[in-house]
């Protein structure tokens, strides 16, 4: 009948996202806010967006009535500036106001991921690439990390290399690499792209699996307390910040079924201080002090994974066979660990980005870096500083210098501060 037709349309456009972005709130930043009917994960879609495109997040507010979020979010790039880029901003909209959250990247669309876990060690990574560059694979992008002696890493592969009886002399070959020497366990195994939702967030829950929260070392200030008389449990996280801090926080709750009701987000220099007000899925808060230490263990290894430590080597180069096994074989040889690795394939070129240390962790000797550079190529080859945002900008003439502190007091962000203070979830950061 039509009047239930009319009726389904109005459903959709009560429960889409309405996502509101303005550059005049405040010289600083630009203001994101996404307002839209409670929905499992509308969080972490948008926190996942603006972390894909790289931009930092310096300040975030949290806010639900139970039936209706509105999250504001005050962003600039990675070297601190407002968003002026058109396309970045359409994209943000429409990545964020649709019904089904962001899509898969078309590029990945048909191909096979391999997902690995193992223990870490020298070369690996290296060893990894050799055998599927010597099964005649093409690599389209890949994703790994190390953390606390394991790795975790995800590669897509074009869908002509991944016929059944190839996919499982890969399996096999890798399974074998994985177990080493000493047989220390590892797990290898073949799934469409299509089910690997976020690279990223698919490492997260790698290594997760792995267990590797359970090793002792040391760790981000994180706690668990309890709000007995509003029914919450509140999660402070405090630590250095970096890019993707707020993803990675907001995946590993997301992941282990809790649901971020209110929440901020400061940033002061390069220090960060996350609050959140969460619960279970269904409604309860954190009641056991085993439930509670748990949170902290895998919130505490999330933060680390991400190592932005080391060297940053870009290599950007006309794509061939081979060419991962050669870079990382040059890396072992000289006595580098890759700690973390993103490989991308756009048409005939690698744009590849690598943190490298020394086989202990430790800073890497430059005349390592000069042998690499020397071998891969100068002008190939490129060290990076990681670019860290610039939170202290000094307003326009004619602008009203709000500082970092007011950002988010005027306008928009004005209604999720008021009730948050309403609720009393901001005493403590006001």
């Known amino acids: 009948m039509e009047w239930l037709d009319e009726y389904e349309k109005l459903v959709i456009r009560m429960n889409t996202p309405r996502v509101v972005i303005d550059n005049a709130v405040c010289p600083t930043a630009t203001l994101v806010q996404v307002d839209s009917a409670r929905k499992r994960g509308v969080l972490l879609e948008a926190v996942q967006v603006l972390a894909d495109l790289d931009l930092s997040i310096n300040k975030a507010y949290i806010s639900s009535d139970g039936r209706w979020f509105m999250d504001v979010f005050h962003v600039t790039d990675r070297l601190g500036r407002k968003l002026t880029d058109d396309s970045v901003i359409t994209y943000i909209e429409q990545s964020l106001g649709t019904w089904n959250g962001p899509a898969r990247p078309a590029a990945l669309e048909g191909l096979t991921a391999l997902e690995l876990t ?12 050799a055998v599927l560059a010597d099964m005649e694979c093409s690599v389209v992008e890949a994703r790994a990390w190390t953390h606390r002696g394991r790795l975790a890493c995800v590669v897509f592969l074009r869908g002509e290399d991944a016929d059944a009886g190839r996919v499982a002399r890969i399996l096999a070959r890798l399974g074998h690499l ?38 002792a070392f040391p760790t981000p200030a994180v706690s668990v307390d309890s709000w007995a008389e509003r029914g919450y449990s509140v999660v402070t996280v405090q630590c250095r910040d970096r890019p993707k ?5 907001v995946c590993t709750l997301h992941d282990m079924d809790y649901v971020v009701f209110h929440g901020t987000v400061d940033t002061t220099g390069d220090q960060a201080r996350q609050e959140f007000y969460i619960r279970h899925a269904d409604g309860s808060p954190i009641r056991s002090e085993a439930e ?3 949170v902290c263990q895998c919130l505490q290894a999330a933060i680390e994974r991400r190592s932005l430590e080391g060297v940053r080597l870009e290599l950007c180069t006309p794509d061939r066979p081979g060419l991962l096994s050669d870079v990382t074989r040059t890396f072992r040889e000289n006595g580098l660990l890759v700690a ?12 590849n980005v690598f943190y490298v240390t020394d086989a202990a962790g430790n800073a890497v000797d430059q005349c390592a870096i000069d042998a690499v550079r020397e071998r891969v190529g100068t002008d190939r080859l490129v060290v990076r500083e990681e670019p860290r945002p610039q939170l202290y900008q000094k307003a326009a003439p004619g602008e009203r210098d709000h500082g970092v502190g007011g950002l988010g007091l005027v306008y928009l962000g004005n209604l999720v501060k008021r009730n948050l203070y309403n609720l009393g979830l901001i005493k403590s950061c006001s």
Do not use: W, Y
Request: glycine letters at 10%; zero cysteines.
């Open 340 to 351: 973390q690795a993103e490989v991308s394939t756009k048409g005939d070129l690698a744009s």
């Open 245 to 249: 801090l707020l993803f990675d926080v």
């Open 118 to 129: 193992g223990a870490d060690r020298t070369g690996l990574l290296s060893e990894v690439f």
């Open 178 to 215: 994985l177990r080493g020497d000493a047989g220390a366990p590892g797990a290898v195994a073949a799934v469409p792209a299509a089910g690997v939702a976020h690279a990223d967030r698919r490492l997260h829950q790698l290594m997760a699996a792995d267990r590797d929260q359970d090793r």
């Open 292 to 294: 509670r230490e748990r």
